[in-house]
């Protein structure tokens, strides 16, 4: 009899790791999908898409694919281990191991680029909260968590500075860690506000994504455009973002042309909203997340032109 009620124990939690498996492994493919959702969104200003690398001299189309695949594992062991967990520091400094070693992977697959970066503290922060939570949480509720888990310190910091660091201290903006630890407001306030509000209104998901995004920028202090083309980037991106806004986005006609606009200026600038970006993969992943959806949804637009005529 006692044996019996051991070997019920050892299934019982045998199915449970089973369970958490592939409930982490769901979440990790919802990371990649939006991850390369946002890298095939097309046209972006000053970003990576289907029309070309952008303003960026070392990455692709295909080195994005690459690169959200390679670390999709390290998302998804970010999920694992916070599982049946809470917000504490030693998950905390759990999670930056497995973050630094996603970093490693993304740069074998990419070369030596750095292609998700950024992408790797949003949303293997927001992976992590996401697992604490039930099948039923807000997003809200997520990025709360996340804020919690952002708020402990990781002791490796001290001897790791990135660019991002040193660009937000020397324009005294927020940079990603201030984005995490005020709870993702560009994420839950403006991106995914803009994404449903579009969507209500009949736009293509195109176009609800593209504004999405813009709506994003026009009001992120962000730190990859200030590093590649410092101030007069970070204005020239908000201001012309904002213009897109008012002409009633890129789905009209004056919208579209003044998006082309945007990004043949970015272009000269040689600077990318890449924070922006992550930020609408972090706005794609938590509205799945949200909506219990099985998959972001991916790219799916014609041949149409997409390379503008203004």
């Known amino acids: 009899m006692k044996t019996n009620c051991l070997s019920n124990k050892a299934l019982g939690a045998y199915w449970a790791v089973l369970h958490d498996q592939a409930q982490a492994m769901r979440m990790a493919g919802l990371v990649r999908q939006a991850l390369i959702a946002e890298a095939e969104l097309t ?3 000053g970003l990576v898409d289907r029309r070309g690398a952008g303003a960026h001299i070392d990455l692709s189309l295909a080195i994005m694919r690459r690169s959200a695949l390679a670390i999709e594992p390290y998302i998804c062991l970010m999920a694992f ?3 049946r967990s809470h917000p504490s520091k030693p998950l905390r400094e759990r999670l930056a191991v497995i973050g630094r070693d ?3 992977a993304m740069l074998k697959a990419t070369s030596g680029s750095n292609s998700h970066k950024g ?3 949003i949303l293997g922060l927001l992976i992590s909260a996401a697992a604490m939570q039930d099948d039923k949480a807000r997003a809200s509720a997520i990025t709360a968590t996340a804020k919690k888990i952002a708020s402990f310190e990781d002791r490796a910091k001290t001897w790791l500075v990135s660019h ?3 660009v937000a201290k020397r324009y005294g903006v927020a940079g990603a860690r201030g984005e995490a630890l005020r709870g993702f407001p560009h994420v839950v306030d403006v991106g995914l506000p803009m994404l449903r509000s579009k969507r209500a209104s009949n736009a293509t998901e195109n176009v609800a994504r593209l504004d999405t995004l813009l709506s994003i920028m026009s009001r992120l202090d962000d ?5 590649r083309g410092g101030e007069e980037a970070l204005v020239t991106a908000k201001a012309g973002a904002a213009a897109v806004e008012r002409a009633g986005g890129s789905g009209t006609a ?3 042309q003044k998006l082309f606009r945007l990004d043949r200026r970015l272009l000269e600038l040689g600077a990318s909203p890449g924070g922006s970006g992550d930020l609408l993969a972090a706005t794609l992943f938590l509205d799945a997340v949200e909506r219990r959806q099985k998959e972001v949804q991916p790219d ?3 041949s149409e032109d997409i390379h503008g005529t203004d």
């Open 254 to 256: 004056i919208g579209s």
């Open 81 to 83: 281990v916070s599982l």
């Open 43 to 45: 046209p972006k200003p």
């Open 300 to 302: 799916r637009r014609g």
């Open 102 to 104: 996603a970093e490693c």
């Open 164 to 166: 991002g660091d040193t």
């Open 223 to 227: 730190t990859c455009l200030l590093y």
């Open 119 to 121: 992408a790797i503290w």
